[in-house]
């Protein structure tokens, strides 16, 4: 199944002339970077990868954000990397402590403490619950992005492989995206267990109603209707349920329908779901249905986003949040902040409206995006091996949702080196 549609072609498949470009009016945006002042070296890095590839034409602000003080040395330091302006903003304690907000500090501990024991990767740190909710809920609510248009979020330590010589803002403004992404990739199950769930809700409550963007994030998983049928006797399809449901869904949805359909289910089935859920530290919350689609992890990789900020801001995605805070899955569970902007973008937005950067080579941590150069710079004619070849691996790599999206062989790129 494609990310996204044939419609949402590269901006630019090679080099425009910077220069020229630059020469348009800037947008009212910026780069927004949350970081700690220990992390100043990996800002610095990752400052000059994106001078060096794009804003050295186009001197675009960047804003620090930070729970705690920046300190006057890395205030220094990054005004000495960045071509345009600088700003700094505090995030008060109100917007990042769990605590401060009603939060049982009891129950807090205990829950991060709880996902310590799981191995849920981040689970047991304070402030990575505390960050994934800042991104999820609050940083664009913040007075120095509040007042933007746009953004691009930037984390340390990233890099930049190829030149980008036209301004994304304007382009994604004049195609009309609202939010565009490098990498897609899965999220780890144990970490969003109840997310889908409570998203689903939240869509029932307030009659959302769901664009095309929205197949994008959900399987339709219809396993149950057949476990009574023709279809689910024969033993192997027995067995392939089974497995479909340990690997594929969270045990509750299971349980659920168990427990609503139970004559439908033998003791032993049931009390492999309750072993199985038990085992994977799933939480029941209260009831609500499931209707036959389950959330397939893909999310979008939030530490590189360029995105419209109305599409948080807005009351709908506002609403979404709160939601999702009431139900204290921000710290009873690790939501991550990529997962809940990708659902929101599912929500709200339509397919055409989602902007897949493949021009931009990218890479945090382990993972990224390299594209190839663009033929037409290469010192060699186009010649029959290189017809079409953007298309025939555009549908290819497109498919690909389950695992970071690479377009190895595409060429789009201007002056890549990954
Ligand atoms: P990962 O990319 O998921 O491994 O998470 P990171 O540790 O890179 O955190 C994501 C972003 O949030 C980065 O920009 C970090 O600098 C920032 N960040 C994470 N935790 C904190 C924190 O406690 N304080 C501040 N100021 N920034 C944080
Ligand atoms: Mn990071």
């Known amino acids: 199944r494609p990310i996204i549609s044939a419609k ?68 220094k330091k990054v005004a000495q ?93 004049m195609r009309g995206k609202k939010y565009g992404f490098t990498v897609a990739i899965k999220e780890l199950v144990n970490t969003v267990p109840n997310l889908f769930r409570y998203t689903n809700a939240f869509i029932k409550k307030h009659d959302v109603p769901l664009s095309d963007a929205w197949d994008f994030f959900v399987d339709r998983f219809d396993v149950y209707k057949g476990q009574n049928s023709e ?60 209707d036959g689609t389950e959330y397939n992890m893909c999310h979008f990789w939030s530490n590189f986003e360029i995105a419209r900020t109305d599409l948080f801001t807005s009351e709908l995605y506002q609403q979404y949040f709160d939601y999702l805070e009431s139900s204290q899955g921000f710290f009873i569970e690790r939501w991550g902040d990529a997962p809940v902007h990708s659902l929101g973008a599912g929500m709200f937005l339509n397919l055409s409206e989602i902007h897949y950067f493949r021009d931009i080579g990218y890479k945090h941590s382990t993972l990224g995006h390299c594209p190839k150069n663009s033929p037409r710079q290469l010192p060699y004619k186009p010649g029959p091996r290189y017809k079409n070849v953007y298309h025939e691996n555009d549908e290819r790599n497109l498919a690909k949702y389950d695992r970071p999206v690479s377009d190895g062989g595409v060429g789009v790129g201007c002056r890549c080196k990954c």
């Not at 990868?49 to 804003?63: D, V």
């Not at 340990?246 to 049931?270: C, I, K, N």
Request: glycine share 4%; charged share 25%.
């Open 8 to 75: 949402d072609a590269v901006f630019e498949s090679g080099c425009r002339d910077p220069l020229i470009e630059a020469k348009n009016p800037r947008m009212n945006a910026a780069f927004v970077v949350l970081a700690r002042n220990s992390e100043i070296d990996g800002v610095v890095s990752s400052m000059r990868s994106l001078e060096r590839h794009f804003n050295q034409w186009f001197n675009y602000p960047w804003i620090f954000l930070n729970n705690e003080r920046f300190s006057q040395e890395f205030k």
């Open 81 to 173: 990397v960045s071509s345009g302006p600088v700003r700094f903003g505090t995030v008060p304690a109100a917007r990042w402590n769990f605590e401060e907000q009603q939060t049982n500090p009891v129950l807090f501990k205990e829950a991060i403490e709880s996902q310590g024991d799981r191995e849920i990767m981040y689970g047991n740190t304070a402030s990575y619950h505390n960050m994934c909710r800042f991104y999820s809920g609050y940083f664009f609510k913040h007075p120095l992005v509040r007042k933007l248009d746009w953004y691009w979020r930037v984390e340390p330590d990233v890099d930049f492989y190829c030149d980008l010589t036209y301004d994304p803002f304007l382009e994604m403004q």
């Open 231 to 290: 279809h689910y006797k024969s033993t192997t399809n027995r067995r392939d349920f089974w497995k479909k449901l340990e690997e594929r869904v969270p045990m509750y949805h299971a349980l659920q329908t168990a427990g609503e359909d139970a004559a439908r289910l033998d003791q032993h089935s049931l009390n492999r779901l309750v072993d199985h859920s038990n085992k994977r530290g799933l939480h029941m919350v209260n009831k609500d249905q499931f």
